[in-house]
């Protein structure tokens, strides 16, 4: 399996350009990200010549790290399957890594939530020939301008080619390639959309953004996330994997489920540390000096989400 040297370019290009004045803007609660600038369009900017690495995982399983969210890819005689869609200005990159997996055409489209960094390629992937399934919160998150707080943006309706053709409520099986592929919806997590894909064969799990190998998550609460249900989401994907599952996080390196343990007990801890001091009486600030997260900082506040601005999205939730 790939390093996590090996991908540190790849994580750090997601959103760069305003991983520098996150912390700042979560003084206090009613200002969060008012300070940050603007990090949709500096992600859309760094993404333009970000380098996508493809890894090839099990069977006819392969995956494509990048500044976004993590593309899985079957390929075989069906055509590619693909899970999530990146951001839209890496079109140029993910379509040279597509093409450099093989020739089969792109057939289908899956996204694992509504988010412009998994479901940016849509149009593109769409007029390529792939059909477009998710979850129906993401058709309709999609359908209309979509504020989220969290990034201080309002995302514009998505054009009708990159509108999901195909939704579902609680599951769906997809049988391409000689995999059945196998999709569940969460209850509200990171979003209200979230969904896994479970290539069965392969025994490959992608959980979209309810997973980030140990980075702290955004946790966006203009549509439906909250800690608790990251949490949630959590341990249903615990429940999903064993041992032997590889784990496709939605940004980090391609992990196992002791990742999924650990993710799970890191957002454990520091959710209880922060509603215990929020019980006490404690204002955002003073939980952030607090560092309640301290033995994790250095390592899982290296995205975009540093341990001050994670702290605020878990204070506003308990």
């Known amino acids: 399996?790939?390093?996590r040297r090996r991908l540190e370019i790849s994580r750090r290009q997601f959103l760069v350009a305003g991983s520098l004045s996150i912390g700042a803007a979560y003084l206090?609660?009613?200002s969060l990200f008012a300070q940050a600038g603007d990090l949709v369009g500096d992600a859309l900017k760094a993404s333009a010549t970000a380098k996508i690495v493809v890894q090839t995982l099990r069977?006819?399983?392969?995956?494509?790290?990048?500044?976004?969210?993590n593309i899985a890819v079957l390929t075989g005689p069906d055509g590619k399957v693909v899970v999530d869609a990146e951001i839209v200005t890496t079109r140029p990159n993910v379509s040279a890594a597509l093409a450099s997996i093989n020739s089969d055409p792109i057939k289908q489209l899956i996204n694992t939530h509504w988010h412009f960094d998994h479901t940016g390629g849509?149009?593109?992937?769409?007029?390529a020939g792939a059909c477009i399934l998710a979850h129906e919160n993401t058709r309709e998150h999609l359908l209309v301008?979509?504020?989220?707080?969290?990034?201080?943006?309002t995302f514009p309706a998505a054009p009708a080619g990159a509108i999901p053709s195909t939704v579902f409520k609680d599951d769906y099986t997809l049988h391409a390639n000689s995999t059945t592929l196998v999709l569940k919806h969460y209850e509200p997590a990171h979003t209200d959309s979230d969904i896994s894909a479970y290539f069965a064969e392969a025994d490959i799990l992608h959980v979209g953004d309810t997973f980030w190998n140990r980075d702290y998550p955004f946790i966006d609460y203009s549509t439906g996330g909250s800690i608790d249900g990251q949490i949630r989401a959590a341990e249903a994907n615990l429940a999903m994997a064993t041992d032997k599952t590889i784990v496709i996080s939605g940004h980090?390196?391609?992990?196992?489920?002791?990742?999924?343990?650990?993710f799970r007990d890191v957002l454990v801890e520091i959710r209880d540390k922060v509603a215990a001091l929020k019980k006490q009486g404690r204002s955002l600030p003073e939980v952030i000096v607090a560092k309640p997260g301290a033995r994790y900082d250095a390592e899982w506040g290296n995205l975009f989400m540093t341990p001050s601005a994670f702290l605020a999205l878990v204070y506003q939730g308990v």
């Open 1 to 3: 399996m790939m390093t």
């Open 28 to 30: 206090m609660p009613r």
């Open 59 to 69: 069977r006819n399983v392969s995956v494509l790290l990048g500044p976004g969210g």
């Open 122 to 127: 849509n149009e593109w992937l769409h007029d």
């Open 145 to 153: 301008d979509t504020r989220v707080e969290g990034w201080k943006h």
């Open 252 to 262: 980090g390196a391609i992990g196992a489920r002791a990742d999924l343990v650990l």
